[in-house]
T-cell receptor, first 114, second 112 residues
Framework: EAGVAQSPRYKIIEKRQSVAFWCNPI?????LYWYQQILGQGPKLLIQ????????DSQLPKDRFSAERLKGVDSTLKIQPAKLEDSAVYLC????????????FGPGTRLTVL | GENVEQHPSTLSVQEGDSAVIKCTYS??????FPWYKQELGKRPQLIID?????GEKKDQRIAVTLNKTAKHFSLHITETQPEDSAVYFC???????????FGTGTQLKVEL
């Protein structure tokens, strides 16, 4: 089966600019996650969707980050405006449901904010 | 919320030796503990997981042990090979959302 797809793979922007990331989960997976992985650290959950509803966004900096999952399939994560500390790899993952179990990760988008 | 601590941050072993990575968690309601391997520039991939109703699980050269009372779990890799070199992350989750809290990672280097 096809894995989780993400684009772009790399993005370089100036601070205060905007950026958007796209994720296409594994077909049929109801749950989608966005993680931020800063260099040298473990992934940190930003937001979790169950179908097209938000399950957890407690760690999402809502003043600058937003995410949506239209029609319960693809998702986009946006940062506006970007800060230097947003430089990280943004990982998308999906799982069949919300019960505990394996999450399948995409290749990630490496964001550099100058 | 959940807090997961992981040690050591770096681990260097000779090929053929064993490697052990340890994690502790804070939320006694956590009941799912996966281990992910992340090679440089690649995505994290699940290598083994354990649920709270089991004390130990083994898959070929990899094993995980869980001590619920002490709230810690460990990854054991035997007969290490150069391809085991990677960053390993432990994580914890509880029923009701599959929200994973990751440890800070262990850079494992297997030397020839």
């Amino acid at each position: 089966e096809a894995g989780v797809a993400q684009s772009p793979r790399y993005k370089i922007i100036e601070k205060r600019q905007s950026v958007a990331f796209w994720c296409n989960p594994i077909s049929g997976h109801a749950t989608l996650y966005w993680y931020q992985q800063i260099l040298g650290q473990g992934p940190k959950l930003l937001i979790q969707f169950q179908n097209n509803g938000v399950v957890d966004d407690s760690q999402l900096p809502k003043d600058r980050f937003s995410a949506e999952r239209l029609k319960g399939v693809d998702s986009t994560l946006k940062i506006q405006p970007a800060k230097l500390e947003d430089s990280a790899v943004y990982l998308c993952a999906s799982s069949p449901g919300s019960l505990v179990g394996e999450q399948f990760f995409g290749p990630g988008t490496r964001l550099t904010v100058l | 919320g959940e807090n997961v601590e992981q040690h050591p941050s770096t681990l260097s072993v000779q090929e053929g030796d064993s490697a052990v990575i340890k994690c502790t968690y804070s939320d006694s309601a956590s009941n799912y503990f996966p281990w992910y391997k992340q090679e440089l520039g690649k995505r994290p991939q699940l290598i083994i997981d354990i649920r709270s109703n089991v004390g130990e699980k083994k898959d070929q050269r990899i094993a995980v042990t869980l001590n619920k009372t002490a709230k810690h779990f460990s990854l054991h890799i035997t007969e290490t090979q150069p391809e085991d070199s990677a960053v390993y992350f432990c994580a914890a989750s509880r029923e009701g959302g599959n929200k994973l809290t990751f440890g800070t990672g262990t850079q494992l280097k297997v030397e020839l």
